[in-house]
């Protein structure tokens, strides 16, 4: 791709989460697509590795449940284009064996991380920059044993339309990313978990995902990408406020 082609060229991009699955494509998508690209995360062993798969990726260590790692990581940046919340994680279990510790690591990651992470990337964002929050179908509809993991999530789409309503006059637009089951280690665990419980094969627990979706598919962490990578474009500013599903059809 030549450099008048790079629609991202000279944008300074921040991915939480950015180590692995969606994360990663996403750091691997805009750092092709011209941009600087910063990933995020707990693990440095996994940032590391996807930033040595291209020269525009740089690895920074940061928990975004934790308040004091993501104001250092934004002060240290300085103005950036776009913020991804990508961050979360993933337990099931039925609700009344659900424990208030699970409860609460759930919304921490998938909720407060995300607060943290727009807020913080508020505060830095250029003139015509991108807030983009991956949620998740579960941000749109419920899902047995995962409450804590919807609830999160739903959490999620309503802080995204509230911070939309706050920043409509600021040329920026803030929008959600709802995919439906995807190919990343997150799904990979979830098909452990259900073989461990219920003695099913791979290819049966994999069925049950494929099955959610209306195309008998689970989703690519590419497709996930081009959306994203849709909403940085030139063409994008309308679209704001919204949670927009990737599902095949599912919602």
């Not at 999160?152 to 995204?160: N, S, W």
């Not at 920026?172 to 978990?193: H, M, R, W």
């Not at 598919?217 to 679209?239: F, N």
Request: glycine share 12%; charged share 20%.
């Amino acid at each position: 791709m030549s450099m008048d082609m790079k629609p991202m060229n000279g944008k300074r991009v921040v991915i939480t989460g950015g180590g692995s699955g969606i994360g990663a494509d996403m750091a691997l998508g805009f750092a092709e697509a011209g941009a600087e690209v910063t990933i995020t995360g707990r693990r440095r062993e996994t940032l590391e590795a996807t930033a040595e798969r291209h020269p525009a990726i740089t690895a920074r260590v940061a928990d975004v449940t934790s308040e004091t790692d993501m104001v250092a990581l934004f002060e240290a940046l300085g103005e950036v284009d776009v913020v991804i919340a990508n961050a979360g994680a993933a337990e099931s279990a039925p609700l009344s064996r659900t424990g208030l510790d699970q409860w609460q690591r759930m919304l921490e990651v998938n909720l407060t991380g995300v607060f943290l992470t727009l807020r913080e990337g508020l505060s830095h964002l250029r003139d015509d920059g991108r807030l983009i929050a991956v949620a998740s179908t579960a941000g749109l509809k419920g899902y047995a044993y995962v409450a804590p993991y919807c609830a999160a999530k739903h959490g999620v789409v309503g802080l995204v339309r509230a911070l939309a309503q706050e920043v409509s006059g600021r040329n920026i637009t803030v929008n959600a990313l709802c995919p439906g089951f995807t190919d990343t280690p997150l799904l990979e665990a979830s098909i452990d978990n259900i073989m461990a419980k219920t003695g099913q094969t791979a290819e049966q627990a994999l069925a049950h995902f494929h099955s959610t979706n209306p195309m008998g598919r689970v989703i690519q962490p590419a497709e996930v990408t081009a959306t994203a990578l849709w909403l940085c474009g030139p063409h994008s500013g309308a679209i704001h406020g919204q949670a927009i599903s990737i599902s095949g059809g599912e919602t």
